[in-house]
């Protein structure tokens, strides 16, 4: 064949395949995906060859110079068609063009980045399609149209149903209406007065019914109609006046016939079922089934029957295991003790030399005491004394304001010293009937200087609170400087006339704090409690240098032993060992009362009771005391309180206040008595 051109190539892009056969058919075109660039002259004058394959040209594929051509505007990654390059071109050709390729050909030109990247600005969707895109998935909070009444008009907002109100007077007017002049309210009763019923009952007014009776006609003695005949009241018919008996025997009327027409039965009465005489109904019939409240039941049925035959069985250890657990492993409830076969004493046997206890103890070696003045062996003695200060410091604290005050009340002699017989009579004004030793113990602890009388320096340290009475300008004048109260105060016109006497010195009175202006008197030590001066410790070694910060401003860190600052629980568990404030300190562990053994504490004795509860409580513990007794005994307890308030304390109080005073008229009368018999024997 004749050299084709380079344009005949080009347009050669398909393969034309003729079959043989006696009648010319039109050609067959396989597709091979690529774009036709034809002119359509230029078609008709190519004739295709029956049989044959067009192989390509080798010129085909020679680079050919460049032509200009016209710049389209094509899509970004899509080559222009003129630079398409074909499917296969190779030396190797298709010699079977009829039969058909696999798979599809797909023209090469679109990449992945040219799919995924977004076509600005986006296409703008027709009307007509965008009503069945809009019925199909409407927008976010639009509603639902039909595409069929998409371009209706929206008439639905413009509709209106039913009858439009009027609007009539408001709540405001008719519940509270405004006030009608004088003129107005004459224009309306005007008005009014034409009806006949305001004429015949005006408003406001009872209807007169006197015109139409009859003329003679008695109003107030005429009565219509039938007398009731009265024969029984209400109360009797609903509840009549009948015993017990009389309504019970009424209901059983009868019962038996509803028993068998009704099945009624009262509750808890036994049904007749006709036994034979010979049966009664309280008798127990049957072999009685063993029952037992300590599960042994239950336990049987825990374990198979071979392991409770096997624990019922006897057991075989060997004699040598068991008699090496016996001598050398615990047990529960016993003391280990290996040698215990070689111990052939008796039980409770002590070895070695008994030694007395010394006379001494940790606390004498350590104050330095002399032979004469331990106190090993006396706790129960210095436990009275302290008791007996404790209730002397309460009950002065709560009857006098001052320390004055109350040394006045101790000093009946007023000499400014208080002897042991003015102590005893104190004693026994606060309800402390001491006996003779131990009185004369107690006026040896506040007597420090051994001079026989107890001054108001040892009075201020051993038998009150004195931090917590602090000193008044005008006591602090009568006890140092001797001076008489000023009757113009009235804190000190409670005070008796006094002569003048020094009390203490002025060095005894000290600041309470440092920086403070309240004073008290100074701290007053017994010659026995007075310890070495020599020895340091690590806190004075720590605080030894000039200027340091005390211990009381050091930072506060965790939790505090003594929680104050939650309330305590109602009930506490047993695991609960938080100290909420209501625990003793260790005094009360060391020396507990009497009442605290008993299992009553201090919370007891201050809880506010009713007077039902107080006088249970008096006639269980063997008080017996009458209702006048209990009355006059609960009107004074009340009387301690300014709201009314009684708890078992204030009862006490006022039951030895009332038993002293009968101990002293009895010894007033027992005087006068005396007296009265001396004079006799003397006449």
Known sequence: PEPRTTQEQDEESTCVVMKPSTEMQPPVEVDIGLPLTKEPDETKNIVPQMGLVIEPHQDQFIQQPEEKKEIRNLEPGVEPPDHIRPIYAGKFFDRMPCWPSAGKVIPIGYRVATSLTEKLPRPITPPETKKFFNYRYPPPGTERVFYGRANDPAIAPYLTHGIRSKTSGTAKSLINPQPMTTFQQKMKDKKESIYFSNQRAPLGKSHDQTPGLPEGLDLMNRTFGTAVI???????????????????????????????????????????????????????????????TDGRNMAKSLYWLHELQMKRGAKVVSKRVDDFKEKFQHKLGKVLDPIAETMNVPPGYTFGACLHPEEYGVGDLIHNRSPGEYLRGK?????????????????????????????????????????????????????????????????????????????????????????????????????????????????????????????????????????????????????????????????????????????????????????????????????????????????????????????????????????EEIAEILCNIGVNLSEEEFENVWTLASKKHHRGEVCVENIRNVLDELQHADRSKCKITHDNFGVYEFKQKNS
């Not at 009797?236 to 009389?246: I, L």
Request: glycine share 4%.
């Open 230 to 292: 009265r024969e029984f009241c209400g109360r009797d018919v609903v509840n009549p006046p009948k015993s017990f008996e009389e309504v019970f025997k009424e209901g059983e009327k009868g019962h038996d016939l509803y028993i068998v027409s009704h099945n009624d039965y009262y509750p808890g009465e036994v049904k007749n079922r006709k036994y034979n005489p010979n049966f009664h109904r309280f008798n127990l019939y049957g072999v009685p089934t063993p029952h037992f």
């Open 379 to 611: 706790d129960r003695v210095r436990a009275l004394i302290a008791a007996v200060r404790h209730h002397l410091k309460k009950f002065n604290y709560q009857n006098f304001d001052s320390l004055l005050e109350a040394f006045r009340h101790y000093d009946k002699k007023r000499d400014g010293m208080i002897d042991k017989a003015e102590l005893q009579e104190a004693c026994n004004q606060a309800n402390l009937h001491l006996d003779e030793n131990l009185l004369d113990q107690l006026f040896d602890y506040c007597d420090v200087d051994n001079d026989g009388l107890i001054n108001f320096l040892e009075f201020a340290n051993f038998l009150n609170w004195k931090d917590t009475m602090v000193l008044k300008d005008y006591e602090e004048r009568v006890i140092i400087k001797g001076k008489k109260p000023d009757c113009a105060n009235p804190a000190e016109a409670n005070l008796k006339e006094s002569e003048p006497t020094l009390l203490i010195k002025p060095e005894d009175i000290v600041l309470k704090e440092p920086g403070s202006s309240k004073k008290i008197v100074r701290t007053l030590l017994r010659p026995s409690d007075k310890v070495s001066s020599y020895y340091k410790t690590t806190s004075s070694e720590i605080n030894a240098v000039v200027g340091a910060v005390p211990s009381i401003c050091y930072p506060i860190f965790g939790v505090p032993t003594v929680r104050c600052d939650i309330p305590a629980p109602r009930i506490r568990r047993v695991s609960d060992r938080t100290n909420y404030g209501e625990e003793g300190n260790a005094y009360s562990l060391l020396y507990p009362t009497i009442f605290s053994q008993k299992g009553v504490f201090e919370r007891d004795f201050f809880k506010t009771r009713s007077k």
